[in-house]
């Protein structure tokens, strides 16, 4: 009787395998980084077979570590950096170029020609680089003779989870709904490609995989792991959403990493944004409805701290902004805003630029730290009130995970700024538990989602303190620090 569960989790620095029993409690792991390739300014690639290696890799180390045989794993499931693209050959399963990343922006030129209309209304989508479907074009435009081999059914195209799915099977070729949600060539509404965007984008039909939900057996691994079902695959911020059991409309996560990614569940109907969010499908069971969720991405979060530790220097560590910040009481004045490459949700100002005004002679490193993680707060703020025109939801409590929620100062200020609790789970690594939780509910490791939710024992809690008048100063002392950020370069 197999008494665990695997995840794959495949991000955009690096891969690991986690391995987590009943309780959801982590009972081993191996993680290997990859290259990050930036052939020119704008441009961000990956090698796909060395994806590939890497997740055998640390599958195996975590086997060997652990002591387990695939016997002992009841199924695994795989999460995976979402839209960066990958395209093969059918007979060969060789790459045919490099995988073009999520934050790669080479395509921006194919957005000018597109219907901008039609992008959101069928995908829930702003038309943006950051989706899948113009790097698939630019691919088959630049790629010598591959348009003609892709119209031939010679080329086929996944997000990571397809490529790693066609890797452990031996040759399926299918993605699931989360993953196919961010590709902006699926249509919401059916679930299936959209013969107008393909036609739009100049895709052919044949090298899209099969749409699959989230949870139910795609096959069984061939290679690493023979004989184990491979039992749900989910985007990164959907299996965190899901790892933090968020299952009931209205209710939210934030993960902070190096970006920001707030997810609130909105229940069995699309909730199409006007204030700036993207409308995504949360996850699918089986032939059970999808829950839709709304999600803001914000591009820079713990990359300001790392932009504070690694170009300006005032920092040793990530973890030495919560010592710094902490020296003094508040930030006395200066705001910083982090928009490096502009800002994402909820403003989607790519004309944008970091600014940190406020300054006198006075100020210290410590008041500019003290503002970088009052802006990490302030942005997700802003995302949350955005949510809250477009869901009509209004959260009562933050689910929060990712590296930055070390930081119990920035935790503290969250609940400050928000006004709501903010809430951190034991299992940091939400993710990979999501993958895991959706794997183990389609074979039946687990019976029902009361069971995971009986699973999610609370780390720490933080409960507002500041009085409204204090918010409502520091939220419009931001706003105006937005103002003079905007504007600043030109794009297109
Ligand atoms: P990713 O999955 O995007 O690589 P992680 O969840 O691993 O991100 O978080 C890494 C980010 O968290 C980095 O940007 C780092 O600067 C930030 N970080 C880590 N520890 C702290 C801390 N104690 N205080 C503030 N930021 C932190």
């Known amino acids: 009787m197999a008494r665990y569960v695997g995840a794959i989790d495949q991000g955009t620095t690096s891969t690991r395998f986690m391995i987590f029993d009943r309780s959801g409690t982590e009972i081993g792991r191996h993680q290997l980084e990859h290259r990050q390739i930036q052939p020119r300014s704008g441009w961000v690639e990956h090698d796909p077979m060395e994806i590939w290696e890497n997740t055998l890799k640390t599958i195996g180390v975590a086997l060997a570590d652990t002591g387990l045989a695939p016997a002992d794993l009841a199924a695994i499931g795989i999460t995976n950096q979402r839209e960066t693209v990958v395209l093969w050959d059918r007979s060969t399963g060789a790459p045919v170029a490099p995988a073009i990343v999520w934050q790669d922006t080479r395509t921006d030129y194919l957005l000018h020609d597109i219907d901008a209309d039609l992008v959101r209304s069928r995908t829930g989508l ?105 039992a749900a695959a989910i985007g990164d911020q959907q299996a965190a959403l899901f790892g933090q059991t968020c299952f009931e409309p209205g209710e939210a996560k934030c993960t902070y990493g190096t970006g920001g990614f707030l997810l ?88 944008a630029r970091a600014a940190i005004v406020g300054l006198s002679r006075f100020h210290t490193s410590a008041h500019i730290t003290r503002a970088a993680l009052e802006a990490i707060c302030h942005q997700t703020r802003d995302v949350v009130e955005a949510m809250a025109q477009d869901s009509g ?34 299992v940091a690594e939400t993710t990979a538990l999501g993958a895991a939780y959706a794997a183990g509910l389609a074979v039946g490791f687990w019976d029902s989602l009361d069971d995971l939710r009986a699973n999610r024992h609370e780390d720490r809690r933080w409960q507002p303190s500041w009085s409204a008048a204090r918010r409502t100063e520091g939220i419009t002392r931001w706003r105006a620090a937005i103002d003079r950020t905007l504007d600043w370069v030109s794009v297109g």
């Open 264 to 351: 609130m569940n909105t229940g069995t109907t699309p909730v199409r944004s006007s204030h700036g969010l993207i409308t995504t499908v949360g996850y699918r069971f089986g032939a059970e409805r999808p829950v839709f969720a709304l999600e803001g991405s914000i591009a820079a979060c713990g990359s300001a701290i790392q932009w504070l530790r690694d170009q300006l220097g005032v920092l040793d560590t990530a973890g030495d902004s919560e010592i710094l910040a902490g020296q003094v009481e508040d930030s006395a004045g200066v705001c910083f805003v982090p928009a490096f490459s502009g800002l994402f949700a909820p403003y989607w100002r790519p004309d």
């Open 126 to 230: 702003p038309p943006a680089t950051y989706f899948s479907a113009t790097k698939i074009q630019w691919l088959l435009d630049e790629v010598d003779g591959l348009r003609a081999r892709a119209e031939n059914g010679e080329i086929l195209f996944g997000t990571i989870d397809s490529w790693l799915i066609w890797n452990l099977t031996g040759g399926r070729h299918l993605t699931d709904v989360t993953n196919a949600s961010r590709t902006m060539l699926m249509d919401l509404s059916s679930l299936d490609w959209s013969p107008e965007l393909l036609a739009m984008f100049r895709i052919p039909r044949a090298m899209l995989p099969e749409i699959r939900s989230s949870a139910e057996v795609y096959g069984t691994a061939e290679t690493v792991l023979p004989g184990v079902p491979i």
């Open 393 to 426: 939801t209004v959260l009562d409590c933050l689910q929060v995970d990712g590296g930055v929620t070390a930081n119990a100062l920035c935790m503290q200020l969250q609940a400050d700024i928000l006004g709501v609790p903010v809430s951190r789970p034991a």
